[in-house]
């Protein structure tokens, strides 16, 4: 996909400057602040400016809403007791999964997932309306508005929800949309994007991500054209981009400058197992000195990651993810063209990054399976969702699987209760 940068720079420092801490920052989703208007695009000279802003807010969404999915699963951990920076009592909240709906750790990302759904649509609106000179730019647009209004979707259907097991969430301040019913409208938009791909590489992107839908519901043979038709090894990762100017929301709350959460020692445990993992696994023993006292006299162990640094991109979707839905397919459903088999598909994830293969008396089923994809998306928002469908979660009942929606939202909304 092309990236045209006109006043790239100017939209993004708008953006955040409209941005307080997490702490504080509150805003109806359906007011967008700081855009630029949709009234105001004439032209298909303004569209470059607009594309770049649908991108970017979706990209300061991303971030936050993985660091708060980690902490929700048992990937990431708060631990006030033996770490120094875990001080934000929302933070807590949400590892523990008692989620109050003023949260702001969630207000944020729910209220900037808003803002990037809105942006979407009204690209998609905007290039409908305006003529064209250049095809290549309308093709481009026209993508992008439908891909990333596929993203907000799919987000909104995955990590948030009425009540604690209830997934879904509303648009426009219309009525309460069910996790199935926002899946299908994120496939609808995934399914356009896929048909306005300006390269093979962004329809393999598109394809994957609407594959992604279909396998999170169970429903593998709807799955497996999409994720066949994916992306392929060699592909770069589809990303979310961060910078200097626009920080990973991981490095500033839970890596080397602030640890809210710190990781579970799980993974260290996975490369104490086997030492190759380490190339994909990436963290270290929190310092001493950001130890507290008690951790430090028991003697405790506390590790942080360091995947991901101030400008750290994360991936959205790559081709390793792919293969191993692909993989997963195929041990619950079965029938991959040519015969495929989910130990090639993980093998193959495996090589790329210098792993041994799966011995030959190593099963691969289910558990297998779940256990590779743990390793090979730490810390890119899919662990939550993976213990939620596979019924695995590691909190009590009664706890939230979903991020609620906000108290602004429910205030601002008639139909919700």
Not at 207 to 218: A, K, P, V
Not at 364 to 392: A, H, P, S, W
């Amino acid at each position: 996909m092309k990236t045209y940068k006109v006043l790239t720079t100017v939209f993004l420092a708008g953006v955040l400057l409209s941005l307080s801490a997490c702490e504080d920052y509150v805003q109806n989703v359906d007011d967008p602040i700081n855009v630029i208007e949709a009234e105001a695009i004439a032209d298909e000279a303004q569209i470059p400016f607009f594309m770049d802003g649908v991108v970017g807010r979706y990209h300061i969404t991303h971030d936050a809403l993985t660091v708060i999915a980690g902490g929700l699963s048992d990937a990431l951990e708060f631990d006030s007791g033996n770490v120094r920076d875990a001080t934000f009592p929302t933070f807590r909240d949400i590892d523990i999964g008692e989620i109050t709906l003023d949260n702001n750790s969630v207000d944020g990302p729910f209220n900037n997932l808003g803002r990037a759904r809105y942006l979407a649509d009204d690209l998609l609106r905007v290039v409908n309306e305006i003529s064209f000179e250049d095809s290549d730019l309308q093709t481009e647009a026209t993508y992008t508005a439908n891909l990333y209004g596929g993203l907000a979707r799919y987000a909104y259907a995955a990590y948030f929800g009425l009540t604690e097991e209830q997934g879904g969430a509303t648009i426009d301040n219309g009525p309460f949309i069910p996790s199935a019913d926002m899946y299908d409208q994120a496939r609808e938009k995934f399914q356009a994007a896929i048909t306005s791909a300006p390269t093979d590489y962004d329809e393999r992107v598109a394809n994957s991500l609407l594959g992604r839908t279909y396998l999170y519901e169970g429903d593998y043979a709807s799955a497996i054209p999409f994720l066949e038709a994916g992306m392929e090894p060699g592909d770069a990762p589809f990303q979310s981009q961060h910078s200097l100017e626009s920080q990973n929301a991981f490095d500033s709350q839970a890596g080397a400058s602030r640890n809210q959460l710190t990781v579970s020692s799980r993974y260290n445990d996975y490369i104490e197992d086997d030492a190759d993992e380490a190339n994909r696994i990436l963290l270290e023993v929190l310092p001493e000195d950001e130890v507290t006292d008690a951790g430090v006299d028991a003697g405790v162990v506390i590790y942080r990651q360091t995947k991901y640094g101030p400008d750290t991109n994360i991936n959205i979707m790559s081709w390793q993810e792919n293969h191993l839905m692909l993989a997963e397919a195929e041990i619950e459903e079965g029938g991959l063209t040519g015969g495929i088999t989910a130990r090639n598909l993980v093998n193959e994830v495996r090589d790329s990054h210098d792993i041994d293969p799966l011995g030959i008396g190593e099963t691969v089923d289910r558990n297998l399976l779940l256990e590779e994809r743990d390793k090979e998306l730490y810390l890119t928002g899919n662990r939550m969702i993976d213990q939620r469908r596979f019924d695995f979660f590691h909190l009590p009942e009664g706890t939230w699987r979903y991020f609620p929606l906000t108290q602004s939202e429910r205030n601002e909304n008639p139909n919700i209760d």
